[in-house]
């Protein structure tokens, strides 16, 4: 089963071109399910018709076609009650560290609670489902970010939280308890954590599965290509893989090899010559925004969605759009090549590597803490588990090449003497 998420700045197109991509699939006789992770509820606008369901629903799904569902969730309040414990609790630690009511407030709410709903339900439909293709329509490309660095922030919370063994953690609560001044977590609060962090990581597998990869939807602007930019290292650095870079609302000359010059009509009328300078500015900075994105997204294939005279609305209209791309739209079975972290030996030592495209070395910092690698990329942080070769070595260098960082590793003496090294390979 493949699994292909659409992601991109808010607006660009994502629901549209997911769903475009799922019906002209389905029509292919591949048989597809489309979702959205998305609390707004565009999905079933695009496809004309109405979706709202909530996890407890004993059916959530809506044939829109015989080959293609759809199904659109919204958190139950099942989630939020189960998130209300941990809430609780950090709620009267903020308190007790002095922190403002409605700053706290804020601090304790779970970033992407529909996400995840949206998430857990996606990998029931992958476990039980008959669909060869999942096509998940992703909120704007913040959110999915926050989301996905949500497993680790929890484990955070978690080493801190939990010590190796409860019973441990219960003789000791009244004298940490006395000694901090902040009461420990209850057992309730634990087991919520516990069980978040389980669903958290299966999701993170799912998303990092050589079945799944998420395509970058953006228009040719250079506001929303800068910030794709940054999208495709972070998306990069969470392990997820990007087969495609889909260009919507593109203007029909923009599109025009590059080179030519959009059809002028001779101006008549003020008016009309006002309009023609209005359309050949816009199809020129179009033009150019489309030299940049295949400048920045290099290899990746490059799909262009037309820039249609009306909402694409139905399946008929988003099935034309798909038809009207330039680019495999619907190659969507093909699975793209994975570009996850590799360990390889290296004189004298082991060799990481993580593609990082788009990146210099200066943007990366880089932490080595215990048995694992810390990168940070604007702002993005990323805990790599490192292999357990690694795990007996020092950092001895990185730099970024061929938008690829590259960590040396050497032995460490202490920990790893020569005559225990022979022969061992990296997993
Ligand atoms: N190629 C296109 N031609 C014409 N209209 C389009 C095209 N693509 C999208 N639209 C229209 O633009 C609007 C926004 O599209 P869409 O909802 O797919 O964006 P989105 O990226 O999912 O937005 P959000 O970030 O809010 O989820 C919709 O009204 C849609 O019908
Ligand atoms: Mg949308």
């Known amino acids: ?29 591949i048989k597809t399910l489309v979702m959205s992770t998305d609390a707004a509820h565009s999905l079933g606008d695009a496809l004309g018709v109405l979706l709202v369901t909530t996890p407890d629903d004993p059916d959530p799904l809506v044939e829109i076609e015989p080959g293609l ?15 209300r414990s941990v809430q609780d609790y950090l709620l009267t630690v903020f308190k007790g560290l002095g922190i403002d009511a409605v700053v706290a407030d804020e601090l304790t709410v779970l970033p992407g609670a529909d996400e995840i709903v949206a998430l857990l339900e996606l990998r029931t439909q992958i476990e039980q489902g008959p669909w060869d293709l999942v096509v998940v329509d992703c909120a704007p490309t913040a959110e999915t970010l926050r989301l996905l660095a949500l497993p680790e922030s929890l484990a955070w919370h978690l080493e801190r939280l ?41 999701i993170q597998s799912i998303l990092a599965a050589e079945t799944t990869s998420v395509r970058l939807v953006l228009t040719p602007e250079r506001v929303v290509i800068a910030e794709s930019r940054r999208t495709l290292t972070s998306l990069r650095l969470y392990g997820l893989t990007v087969d495609q870079v889909v260009v919507n609302r593109v203007f029909p000359d923009a599109a025009a090899p590059e080179g030519a ?26 033009q150019r925004g489309l030299a940049e994105v295949r400048h920045s997204f290099d290899p990746l294939p490059i799909v262009i969605a037309p820039y249609l005279s009306h909402e694409p609305v139905g399946a008929d209209a988003l099935a034309a759009l798909a038809e009207a791309c330039t680019g495999a739209i619907g190659d969507v079975l093909m699975a793209a ?37 810390l990168v940070v990329v604007a702002g993005h942080r990323r805990v790599l588990s490192l292999p357990s070769v690694l795990r007996r070595c020092v950092v001895t260098g990185a730099v970024v090449r061929q938008a690829t960082l590259r960590v040396r590793f050497v032995p460490d003496e202490r920990l790893w003497p020569v005559k225990e090294r022979e022969s061992v390979a990296p997993e």
């Open 1 to 29: 089963m493949r699994v292909v998420l659409f992601t991109g700045k808010g607006g660009v197109g994502k629901t549209t071109t997911a769903a475009a991509t799922a019906v002209q699939a389905a029509r292919a006789g």
């Open 69 to 83: 569902s759809a199904l659109q969730l919204s958190a139950s309040h099942s989630v939020r009650r189960s998130w």
């Open 162 to 202: 939990i010590p190796a063994q409860r019973g441990l953690l219960r003789a000791l609560r009244p004298a940490a308890a006395a000694a901090t001044g902040l009461p420990l977590p209850g057992a309730v609060v634990l087991d919520t954590l516990r069980r978040w962090h389980a669903s958290m990581l299966e």
């Open 261 to 286: 010059s959009p059809a002028l009509s001779s101006p008549g009328s003020d008016q009309e010559s006002t309009h023609t300078a209005w359309l050949a500015g816009w199809n020129e900075a179009q």
């Open 337 to 373: 090549p994975a570009q996850g972290m590799t360990v390889r030996p290296e004189e004298g030592g082991f060799l990481l590597t993580l593609p990082l495209p788009l990146v210099t070395a200066a943007e990366v910092d880089l932490k080595r803490r215990d048995d694992e690698l």
